[in-house]
């Protein structure tokens, strides 16, 4: 059906930088909203930041000033840029989707997760 591919986690030290990376796959017709989530240890899932289709963004007041959303439409894929990382940055990074089918039925879609962990 559809997919989302997330790479570019890893460990870095507090004051990094990593760039993460979601792109969509299948039977797409066309892509809504796409979001970053994040889940750290023995917490609830979180929004991080979400771009419309249209290029409109929203960040969590945690991230703001310090990561940025992106998307390329053309790669069906979104980005996000993550600057100056503290470690209570560290969790598992999910993209979402609201993905059109073929089918023209729209759907969320969620990626596997790619762990961040930022510390010295």
């Known amino acids: 059906q559809v997919q989302l591919m997330e790479s570019g986690g890893g460990l870095v030290q507090p004051g990094g930088s990593l760039r993460l990376s979601c792109a969509a796959s299948?039977?797409?017709?066309?892509?809504?909203?796409m979001g970053w989530y994040r889940q750290a240890p023995g917490k609830e899932r979180e929004l991080v930041a979400r771009?419309?289709?249209?290029?409109?963004?929203n960040y969590a007041d945690s991230v703001k000033g310090r990561f940025t959303i992106s998307r390329d439409n053309a790669k069906n894929t979104v980005y996000l840029q993550m600057n100056s990382l503290k470690p209570e940055d560290t969790a598992v990074y999910y993209c979402?989707?609201?993905?059109?089918?073929?089918?023209?039925?729209?759907?969320?879609?969620w990626g596997q997760g790619t762990q961040v962990t930022v510390s010295s």
């Open positions: 299948g039977s797409i017709f066309s892509i809504n909203g």
């Open positions: 771009i419309t289709s249209g290029g409109t963004t």
């Open positions: 979402k989707a609201s993905i059109q089918g073929t089918d023209m039925v729209y759907r969320y879609y």
